[in-house]
């Protein structure tokens, strides 16, 4: 069997090794075997590689609908799919401060200092002073143990039930502005209300992700709906692109979500 087509650049091939391992493992013992969490770009490259194997099932869950980041639940064809137990959990932490506002970075970069990676972390779900987390239990406990501040605050954390967490409560600022060109250096400034030579900086470092796809280019086009992440400063969508002005840039609408 060729995986040829699959395996466009190395992080497809770290995407299809991981998964691949999954796959054996479920096929040699039978066994329900599960992925660390993914994103929508590491989702569709490893439905596809699963689907490539005979006799191998699988679906994706992240512990509420419309999830962002899922698992891959991998088992043989014979297991009835309703007897899998999903070792997931999900938590909520609070912060003291009845007046912080958690930011999702902040949330982030304090959990990845416990020393975890980011792939052990479903999706952080922010509504004001509180941030809800969909993880493995293992995880969830050890953040639960560990887990004392957020920047200066201090936190709380106690494990919550599924239908309780804060699935419709995203918010964001939106951003009418002009660019000279849809270049993700000249986007990301906007967005960000920086240099441009910084968001260069940024791209560079390796610190951008344009659907969930690493960019290291900064003269990448940036396209209506694109998702824009840069590590350690959060994420945007170029929501519109709304036409010339008189001066010939592009007014554009960008949605900072916060």
Do not use: W
Request: charged share 30%.
């Amino acid at each position: 069997m060729s995986h040829h087509n699959l395996l466009n650049s190395p992080e497809e091939k770290e995407i299809y090794d991981k998964i691949k391992g999954k796959i054996i493992t479920a096929q040699k013992r039978g066994a329900v075997c599960f992925t660390d969490f993914q994103n929508p770009y590491q989702l569709e490259i490893g439905a596809a590689i699963i689907n490539s194997f005979d006799g191998i099932c699988f679906f994706e869950y992240g512990g509420f609908e419309n999830a962002e980041r899922k698992i891959f639940v991998i088992y043989p064809e014979f297991v009835d799919p309703e007897d899998i137990e999903i070792p997931l959990k999900a938590i909520r932490i609070v912060s003291l401060s009845k007046t912080t506002v958690l930011e999702h970075k902040d949330v982030l970069g304090s959990i990845l200092g416990l020393g975890l990676r980011r792939d052990k972390i479903g999706d952080i779900l922010i509504d004001g002073n509180s941030a809800d987390i969909v993880l493995y239990k293992e995880t969830a406990e050890y953040i639960s143990l560990f887990l004392d501040k957020i920047g200066k605050d201090t936190v709380s954390c106690q494990e919550i039930s599924f239908d309780l967490l804060n699935t419709l409560k995203q918010k964001s600022k939106t951003i009418n502005t002009t660019v000279a060109s849809l270049r993700a250096d000249a986007v990301i400034s906007s967005g960000l209300g920086e240099s441009r030579s910084h968001a260069v900086r940024y791209i560079q470092s390796g610190k951008l992700k344009i659907n969930h796809k690493e960019i290291i280019s900064p003269s990448y086009l940036v396209k209506e709906g694109d998702l824009i992440s840069i590590r350690g400063k959060g994420r945007m969508i170029l929501e519109k692109v709304e036409g010339i002005t008189k001066k010939d840039r592009i007014k554009i609408v960008i949605k900072r979500i916060i």
